[in-house]
């Protein structure tokens, strides 16, 4: 009877802790912008090709342009190398 009350207990435990979140970069962008919300809430916009243009955006708002650390960069193309017989 304790092994199920404990097992009872464990499925309880996991059911209410919250989920992870998610990874807020996109890593199709260089750039994104930091938007805060209050002194320590803040999300991340993840859509601007350069600095400039997330500045731009930026510009009178509480938020600031930072550099995507999971910039994936852009799709190399394979060359294939041509065979001359």
Not at 11 to 28: G, I
Not at 42 to 59: H, I, K, L, N, V
């Amino acid at each position: 009877m304790r092994i199920l009350i404990l097992a009872a207990f464990a499925v309880a435990a996991v059911s209410t802790t919250p989920s992870a979140r998610a990874q807020t970069y996109d890593p199709k962008y260089p750039v994104c912008l930091q938007i805060y919300q209050g002194y320590t809430d803040y999300y991340f916009e993840c859509g601007y090709t350069s600095m400039p243009q997330c500045q731009a955006s930026a510009s009178g708002r509480s938020a600031q342009c930072v550099v995507n650390p999971y910039y994936a960069g852009p799709k190399r193309r394979v060359q294939k190398r041509r065979r001359d017989y």
